[in-house]
């Protein structure tokens, strides 16, 4: 009798240090997070193949970069960089705080506002009452409206027209000709027939295969839990961190909440959608006890026949993290795409375009644009391993019965 109980204790004890070893292990994975993107995107909030558009008074929190054209409507605001491989176009009392880089055309609307510098590979054109704090380059025309001001040079590759009561802080450098009406304020100095060489269009690479390479890798990580398409979503839900994933579409119902339970460790959560993702009217994603060093990751694939792998939310709709899509994302009026924390959070498209309905927001007020994390391998959650301890204990005391009949007795 006694020496069964020593074996059962020994046993026992056995069974005590792996449940440790298993939470430390959970413990060193889950802190273990590695870069998604390289350095040509991990600063981007939003990234395009397509165009970019954003609705009136939209807010941006971080730099915006399209392979093609971006444009802001009537006072949008971007609070990073704008980087179009085409043409960048801000409505009236638009604003850009960081620099504009378009490679054909930089067209400002009255009243608009750049923080720092404008490059255009081909014409600027700046209505009335805009400011530019930083230098204003443009490959051919630059041309501004009324009571325009520049903080820093200017250089045009041809013809230079400036409005009246302008005021140029700087140099004002033009390849040809300079028209320059009354009233104007020029602190440098004024050169027509410059021979200063205008430097190349900005270029801006297409990261669809980056993005691809991305979104294979997440769904590399594997299936993890099963969200059943006609069903998740359509009540109110709550998920802890770890790998989910659909076999079609995910979508969370009209005003419907779905809640990631971060229980105060650091964690991620990946999605992967084989085909679309949507967020309908007033549904919300919110955090509960999710550390800053977290990560939300929905990975929009596209890859069942027949899908485009395109992002909805409708008006109203809430988001957070990163969505990766291979279609387009698209938002109705007054819809959010948060970061944790600080961070931006964003919206990245690998084949398509971005719109956002008026009065959207991407990235709270002062957020920062960080290095997209995700650990390399999400666990599945403790209790599975706590289920499969437990059938290891029955099944060590359960191959002698003889031992099980002296326990009890």
């Known amino acids: 009798m006694e020496s069964n109980l020593k074996f059962i204790n020994h046993v026992l004890l056995i069974l005590i240090l792996t449940f440790f070893a298993t939470c430390t292990f959970f413990s060193n994975v889950q802190a273990s997070f590695q870069p998604l993107l390289g350095t040509d995107l991990h600063n981007q909030s939003l990234y395009a193949s397509g165009y970019i558009t954003m609705g009136a008074r939209t807010t941006v929190g971080g730099n915006v970069q399209s392979a093609t054209a971006i444009t802001l409507a009537a006072d949008a605001i971007v609070g990073g960089n704008i980087e179009a491989g085409t043409a960048v176009t801000l409505g009236v009392a638009a604003g850009v705080d960081g620099y504009i880089q378009a490679g054909s055309t930089a067209t400002l609307g009255a009243s608009a506002t750049v923080q720092d510098f404008i490059q255009a590979g081909t014409t600027a054109t700046l209505g009335a009452d805009v400011t530019v704090e930083g230098e204003l380059v443009a490959g051919t025309t630059v041309t501004t409206g009324a009571t325009a001001v520049i903080g820093g040079d200017i250089l045009a590759g041809t013809t230079l027209t ?3 009561d302008s005021i140029l802080r700087g140099d004002v450098d ?3 000709t300079t028209t320059i009406a009354a009233g104007v304020q020029i602190d440098g100095v004024l050169t027509a027939n410059s021979s200063k060489t205008v ?4 270029i801006v690479t297409n990261q669809e295969d980056l993005i691809t390479s991305v979104q294979s890798n997440l769904k590399s990580l594997g299936t993890g839990t ?11 839900e709550t998920l802890e961190a770890g790998i989910y994933s659909t076999i079609n579409y995910l979508t969370i119902a009209i005003g419907k909440t779905l809640t990631l339970d971060g229980k105060g460790v650091d964690g991620t959560w990946v999605f992967n959608i084989a085909n679309y993702l949507s967020f309908a009217a007033d549904s919300k994603v919110i955090l509960k006890d999710v550390t800053n060093n977290s990560s939300i990751l929905w990975n929009v694939l596209g890859d ?3 899908a485009t792998g395109y992002t909805q939310l409708g008006a109203g709709a809430e988001a957070r993290g990163y969505i990766f899509a291979k279609g387009f994302v698209q938002t109705g009026a007054n819809a959010l795409i948060a970061g944790i924390g600080n961070d931006c959070g964003g919206a990245y498209s690998a084949t398509d375009f971005i719109e956002f309905g008026a009065d959207s927001v991407i990235g709270v007020d002062n957020c920062t644009n960080g290095t997209v994390t995700a650990i390399t391998e999400v666990p599945e959650p403790a209790s599975i391993w706590l289920l499969l301890l437990g059938f290891f204990c029955l099944m060590i005391i359960s191959r002698d019965k003889q031992i099980t009949f002296k326990v009890i007795k």
């Open 226 to 236: 099963e969200l059943v398409s006609t069903t998740f979503g359509t009540n109110d």
């Open 304 to 306: 069942k026949t027949g």
């Open 162 to 164: 400036v409005g009246a």
């Open 174 to 176: 033009a390849g040809t």
């Open 199 to 202: 430097p190349p269009a900005p």
